[in-house]
């Protein structure tokens, strides 16, 4: 019994080499009907450190129009399923992906040429409600409520925290970009814990979805006997 054993530790620990040797990529596939796949290096992606981005427009949204001295434009409009509003006077707009500030801008811009220096208030109405989903290998994936700053560290432990298969070192980031694309990124959760240094925990934005993916080592404790190998295995370094 003892040379089985000795030769299943050593492919259990060849397995994990080649799961960490392949921590620095990500497949990204894009079908003809899939979204796209944006990778994103931490350098090279600086919105992920944003910890309160402005809400920004989406389809089904609906907001107010209030015009201080021209009270005969003030309107209710709500943001069609391609993305565009109907304004009085000014036709249809693209507004998704807007923040109120930007929108509020653009809208001066436009009623500019037939008003003198608007005055516009613009006040949102009915909108998605913000959220998070967690999925993968933590107690309790799911769709949750974003009600305020919230760290990829903190969303993990509102969905039960990781259970006993998770790769608590590539925990993943999908972050919705323009035109259905997503921006990704890699989270090293355990380094993080271990370091006692949360400076780095990135904040989630609406929408945003946690993937926590399955240890190369959980593929394989079903086939090992527990009892033998209480020696050999470890949970905590995976």
């Given at each position: 019994?003892?040379?089985?054993?000795?030769?299943?530790?050593?492919?259990?620990?060849?397995?994990?080499?080649?799961?960490?040797a392949?921590?620095?990529a990500?497949?990204a596939?894009?079908?003809?009907?899939?979204?796209?796949?944006?990778?994103?290096?931490?350098?090279?992606?600086p919105?992920?450190?944003?910890?309160?981005?402005?809400?920004?427009?989406?389809?089904?949204d609906?907001f107010?129009?209030d015009?201080?001295l021209?009270?005969?434009?003030?309107?209710?409009?709500a943001?069609q399923?391609?993305?565009?509003?109907?304004?009085?006077?000014?036709?249809?707009?693209?507004?998704e992906g807007?923040?109120?500030p930007?929108?509020?801008?653009?809208?001066k811009?436009?009623?500019?040429?037939?008003?003198?220096d608007?005055?516009i208030?613009?006040?949102?109405?009915?909108?998605?409600?913000?959220y998070?989903?967690?999925?993968?290998?933590v107690?309790?994936?799911?769709?949750?409520?974003?009600?305020?700053p919230?760290?990829?560290?903190?969303?993990?432990?509102?969905?039960g925290?990781?259970?006993?298969?998770a790769?608590h070192?590539?925990?993943?980031l999908?972050?919705?970009?323009?035109n259905?694309?997503?921006?990704?990124?890699l989270?090293?959760?355990?380094?993080?814990l271990?370091?006692?240094?949360l400076?780095?925990?990135?904040?989630?934005?609406?929408?945003?979805?946690?993937?926590?993916?399955?240890?190369?080592?959980?593929h394989?404790?079903?086939?090992?006997?527990t009892?033998?190998?209480?020696?050999?295995?470890?949970?905590?370094?995976?």
């Amino acid at each position: 019994m003892k040379y089985p054993i000795i030769a299943l530790v050593g492919l259990v620990a060849t397995v994990a080499i080649t799961a960490i040797a392949q921590d620095s990529a990500i497949p990204a596939t894009t079908g003809t009907n899939s979204p796209s796949i944006v990778t994103a290096s931490k350098d090279a992606a600086p919105g992920f450190q944003e910890r309160s981005p402005r809400y920004r427009l989406r389809k089904g949204d609906s907001f107010d129009l209030d015009f201080a001295l021209s009270p005969e434009f003030n309107q209710t409009v709500a943001v069609q399923p391609d993305g565009y509003v109907t304004l009085k006077g000014v036709g249809s707009i693209l507004v998704e992906g807007q923040t109120v500030p930007e929108l509020t801008e653009t809208l001066k811009t436009l009623y500019a040429k037939m008003l003198h220096d608007p005055v516009i208030t613009v006040a949102l109405k009915d909108f998605d409600k913000p959220y998070f989903i967690a999925a993968g290998q933590v107690t309790k994936p799911g769709k949750y409520d974003l009600r305020g700053p919230l760290t990829v560290t903190e969303a993990v432990a509102i969905a039960g925290g990781f259970n006993e298969d998770a790769k608590h070192s590539q925990v993943v980031l999908f972050r919705p970009a323009s035109n259905g694309m997503f921006e990704t990124k890699l989270i090293n959760v355990k380094k993080l814990l271990a370091s006692r240094n949360l400076s780095e925990d990135v904040y989630l934005r609406p929408g945003d979805m946690l993937y926590v993916p399955q240890s190369a080592f959980s593929h394989f404790r079903r086939y090992i006997p527990t009892s033998s190998m209480g020696a050999y295995y470890n949970p905590a370094i995976y």
